[in-house]
């Protein structure tokens, strides 16, 4: 798979995505790495290797993701934090090494709802480790955890924190949120159609 391609599953071509204009409450951010573990990620999950949610903070949109992999410093806690951050998206779609794409929310949030998730994502989730573990049972079909009634959130992967966060909102049914990985938040939103097809986030412009 090229540097910019898709997974066919999108049936969506990279060289005709409309550029990403503005970012939204409740939109995803997926991304594709260049390097061999996000390469090994994309291969088994057959999807992107990493995945971020948008919230607004005082009118601000910002990437909310949990990683262990990102240089920025956290624009919320100022510092870098290995788990749950805050990002302007655009800034992080520039540091990521591969493309970055945004799977817009369909139905917009009510301010009142946009604002309660974000307090919710900065009360509970912001600076909790990030979780290896569950990152690693998230991906093979035979290794996910189905068995975990009651999953541990003091820790988060990067899907798990925008499923999480997708459930809370009633764009996703409550399951799991540790069970899924990035392909499986994907490919879980566009059937239900709760976000449309990827657009491309331009960088260097």
Not at 91 to 117: C, M, N, Q, T, V
Not at 135 to 147: D, F, N
């Amino acid at each position: 798979m090229g540097a910019t391609e898709l997974p066919h599953e999108f049936d969506f071509d990279p060289e005709q995505a409309v550029p990403c204009p503005l970012f939204y409450p409740g939109d995803l951010v997926v991304f594709y790495g260049r390097q061999w573990q996000s390469r090994v990620i994309e291969l088994v999950t057959r999807g992107p290797s990493h995945i971020g949610i948008i919230l607004h903070e005082h009118s601000r949109p910002l990437l909310f993701e949990s990683t262990s992999l990102c240089d920025l410093p956290c624009v919320l806690l100022g510092e870098k934090v290995r788990g749950v951050q805050a990002h302007d998206p655009w800034e992080r779609a520039a540091e990521y090494d591969g493309p970055a794409y945004r799977l817009p929310i369909k139905a917009k949030l009510y301010p009142e709802e946009a604002g309660h998730l974000t307090c919710m994502a900065i009360g509970e989730f912001l600076g909790k480790p990030y979780d290896l573990a569950g990152a690693l049972e998230s991906g093979p079909h035979w290794l996910k955890p189905a068995h975990w009634l009651y999953p541990d959130l003091g820790t988060m992967h990067c899907s798990a924190l925008a499923a999480h966060l997708l459930m809370r909102l009633g764009r996703m049914n409550w399951e799991n949120p540790k069970a899924f990985n990035p392909a499986d938040v994907v490919a879980r939103v566009l059937n239900n159609g709760t976000h449309g097809q990827p657009e491309l986030i331009p960088v260097g412009a």
